[in-house]
């Protein structure tokens, strides 16, 4: 697959086994969003064949959340299960309300009001209603709230179908993948381990990798001064290593390079004042909804590092606003301090200006930008954040959400700042670039307020959390996502344990029933009538024939076999139940 300039893909093969959960790796722009899309059918690959086993059920979360969804959230998933046919009653009610409660979303909320996260939920929703056997996730963390994270990693380790997910949360990732792909310079390279040791892994064979090329290069080399200094009747009797050194200059030539790693550094300004922000009696809410922030005292020192958590809608971004001036309180007051230059990442990107090209958006008109000290031509400036000199005078409009994220970086990194605050910086980031910008802000001397829900990264980067706890209720906690778990855990109400009756031990081990011991003689015939019933309908399956039709026939007959091989799985396990009873009780049949 190509979109003009290298191959995204080049030549690559995958199979996905019953069961996999997989996290597709890769920089931005390497085709991950890309390649989903042909799993699922909504792009069609350059070559190759893409197919799946007959009655094969995918479904999918996109990146981006579409403009027009209209209607309520049960709404939508009912329709999405009309569509594949399911069309008892019963079943539809059952599965829309599961499929919302695993998100947390009622099914009466109007989707044209709701937040970026809160239609990710129900996206995601739409997805699990229809109960995959391949369910695939593009960044299915971004927006999300961290209760939604937790729960949603839950529903991922216990679903029994395979998944494909993208994703930039490093903790997310090691707790739900059992198989790591990795995409690179248009190659697939497979890792059947967790993300801890994929990281090994991946990184003893760049070294190997590398070590390989600078022989290659070397023995290149040589040969090209043979050729150049060799006398010219040798080089007519050595027709062979002439072939052999065009052959290896051809192979030098498509070499794709590994790609490089942003290279940045924030520029830092005079030190600000000792207090960088501080707000007194803070009160707001929008209209007659419960208050956002109620009585909120916060002061943000020089050279804080604060994480700002909370769930979706609890008022995180309303409180950054009201501290940045640009949103006035119901009640009290927030002031800057002194000798502040301000620094701002925005989720939403409203800093970039579509109207404009990414060089625009950096530094207007002009094609020079200083930086530390020093002037740079704007290019090699971007070539910095891997933007290539097309991009630079393109549109911001053609760019993937990591690459303007990226983009943002660049314009914040390229003025002075001693306070920055950073809005879900890590949304749709490649990991290397977000480890990065981990390096960056480590290295940072001024001062730091982030609102993410990434927690490693929160772990990684804040000394302390001020955590919305319900209601407008503001706490501060020390330390980063995992220091704030623990004091849950610690201030959290023991329960009284509740007084259990002691069992009476059985003098005498316990009795299949009538009911169970008629169960049992039945089991037998069942089983066999199971044995044949699969037998037949994989006999079928097997038959070319079938695959003629539309494929209805075929996903009625795949669906029976399924129903068929759980029948027969749990009747084999009764079976073994009653049989361990009967035997311990010394009677047989």
Same mark, same amino acid.
């Given at each position: 697959m190509s979109f003009g300039g290298p191959p995204l893909l080049d030549g690559v093969s995958l199979a996905i086994q019953r069961g996999e959960r997989i996290g597709l790796l890769g920089r931005n722009g390497s085709g991950k969003s890309t390649f989903l899309k042909i799993m699922?059918?909504?792009?069609?690959?350059?070559?190759?064949?893409?197919?799946?086993?007959?009655?094969?059920?995918?479904?999918?979360?996109?990146?981006?959340?579409p403009d027009s969804l209209s209607g309520t959230a049960g709404e !939508?998933?009912?329709?999405?299960?009309?569509?594949?046919?399911?069309?008892?009653?019963?079943?539809?009610?059952? #599965?829309?309300?599961?499929?919302?409660?695993?998100?947390?979303?009622?099914?009466?909320?109007?989707?044209?009001?709701?937040?970026?996260?809160?239609?990710r939920r129900v996206l995601l929703a739409r997805s699990l209603v229809l109960e995959p056997d391949l369910l695939i996730l593009d960044e299915p963390t971004n927006h999300l709230d961290l209760e939604t994270i937790q729960r949603l990693e839950a529903l991922l380790v216990r679903r029994s179908g395979c998944l494909v997910l993208v994703t930039h949360d490093r903790m997310f990732l090691r707790k739900i993948a059992t198989r790591i792909i990795d995409i690179d310079r248009g190659q697939l390279r497979s890792y059947d381990c967790d993300y801890d040791t994929y990281l090994e892994r991946r990184?003893?064979?760049?070294?190997?990798?590398?070590?390989?090329?600078?022989? $290659?290069?070397?023995?290149?080399?040589?040969?090209?001064?043979?050729?150049? #200094?060799?006398?010219?009747? #040798?080089?007519?009797?050595?027709?062979?290593?002439?072939?052999?050194?065009?052959?290896?200059r051809e192979e030098r030539g498509e070499r794709r390079e590994k790609v490089g790693k942003v290279q940045a550094k924030l520029q830092e300004a005079e030190r600000s004042g000792q207090i960088v922000l501080r707000a007194t009696g803070l009160n707001h809410s929008f209209e007659a909804d419960e208050p956002l922030i109620e009585n909120l005292d916060f002061t943000l020192w020089r050279g804080d590092r604060i994480g700002l958590m909370g769930p979706n809608g609890c008022g995180k971004s309303t409180l950054l606003r009201i501290l940045l001036g640009d949103l006035v309180p119901d009640s009290g007051e927030a002031h800057m301090g002194t000798r502040v230059s301000l620094g701002r990442f925005d989720q939403l990107h409203e800093d970039l200006d579509p109207t404009k090209?990414?060089?625009?958006?950096?530094?207007?008109?002009?094609?020079?930008?200083?930086?530390?000290?020093?002037?740079?031509?704007?290019?090699?400036?971007?070539?910095? $954040? !891997?933007?290539?000199?097309?991009?630079?005078?393109?549109?911001i409009t053609v760019l993937s959400g990591g690459e303007r994220n990226r983009l943002q970086l660049a314009r914040i990194l390229a003025r002075p700042c001693n306070l920055l605050i950073l809005d879900e910086p890590t949304n749709d980031l490649d990991v290397e670039t977000m480890e990065l910008l981990e390096e960056i802000l480590l290295n940072f001397q001024g001062t730091l307020l982030i609102v993410s829900h990434d927690r490693? $990264?929160?772990?990684?980067?804040?000394?302390?959390?001020?955590?919305?706890?319900?209601?407008?209720?503001?706490?501060e906690y020390v330390g980063g996502f995992d220091d704030w778990q623990k004091s849950q855990q610690e201030i959290a109400p023991k329960?009284?344990?509740?007084?259990?009756?002691?069992?009476?031990?059985?003098?005498?081990?316990?009795?299949?029933?009538?009911?169970?011991?008629?169960?049992?003689?039945?089991?037998?015939?069942?089983?066999?009538?199971?044995?044949?019933?699969?037998?037949?309908?994989?006999?079928?399956?097997?038959?070319?024939?079938?695959?003629?039709?539309?494929?209805?026939?075929?996903?009625?007959?795949?669906?029976?076999?399924?129903?068929?091989?759980?029948? !027969?799985?749990t009747a084999y396990e009764r079976w073994e139940i009653l049989e361990e009873v009967l035997e311990k009780s010394g009677r047989t049949l």
């Open positions: 699922q059918g909504v792009l069609t690959p350059d070559g190759g064949n893409v197919g799946g086993r007959p009655g094969l059920v995918i479904a999918g979360l996109a990146q981006e959340v !939508l998933l009912e329709e999405a299960l009309r569509e594949v046919g399911v069309t008892a009653d019963w079943e539809v009610e059952k #599965r829309v309300s599961q499929s919302l409660a695993a998100v947390g979303m009622e099914a009466n909320r109007q989707l044209d009001v709701l937040s970026a996260g809160a239609s990184e003893a064979l760049l070294e190997e990798q590398a070590k390989q090329n600078a022989l $290659f290069d070397k023995r290149l080399a040589q040969e090209e001064v043979w050729l150049r #200094r060799g006398v010219k009747a #040798r080089r007519t009797r050595n027709q062979g290593r002439v072939k052999a050194l065009k052959a290896m090209t990414v060089q625009e958006n950096v530094c207007d008109d002009g094609d020079m930008i200083t930086v530390g000290g020093r002037s740079r031509h704007i290019m090699g400036y971007m070539q910095d $954040f !891997l933007f290539t000199p097309d991009q630079v005078r393109g549109p490693e $990264f929160l772990n990684n980067v804040v000394t302390s959390t001020l955590v919305s706890e319900g209601k407008g209720h503001f706490q329960e009284k344990p509740k007084a259990v009756k002691p069992r009476v031990k059985a003098d005498k081990p316990r009795r299949l029933t009538f009911k169970e011991t008629e169960e049992l003689k039945a089991l037998p015939a069942r089983i066999e009538t199971l044995e044949g019933e699969k037998e037949s309908l994989s006999t079928r399956l097997a038959d070319p024939e079938i695959y003629k039709g539309d494929g209805s026939e075929v996903a009625g007959i795949t669906q029976s076999l399924k129903d068929a091989e759980e029948q !027969l799985s």
